[in-house]
């Protein structure tokens, strides 16, 4: 696949659950894909909305135990925010 790169680089950064944790953190929004990258959640949805959106951070991650960490089975997009309920 060939996606075009944002102002501020790649659509996602795949990351480690560590790194995920710093980014949440540190950036007012964070949406983060948890499954596959083949999974049409991902190219479809999560990949597509962060090529048009530079104001949210956007990051992805395979690894299942991450996953659980933030109560996640299955492919998911998640949303982290530094106000009100920090995970929707």
Known sequence: MSWVLKKTGPPS?????DILEKK?????????????ETE???????VEFAINE????FVHSTDAECAKKYGVAGPK?????TFEEKQV
């Open 13 to 17: 950064a795949g990351v480690h659950c």
């Open 24 to 36: 949440v953190g540190q950036h007012k929004f964070v949406l983060a894909y948890f499954g596959q």
């Open 40 to 46: 049409s959640l991902y190219t479809d949805a999560h």
């Open 54 to 57: 530079d104001k949210v951070t």
């Open 77 to 81: 997009i998640v949303l982290f925010r």
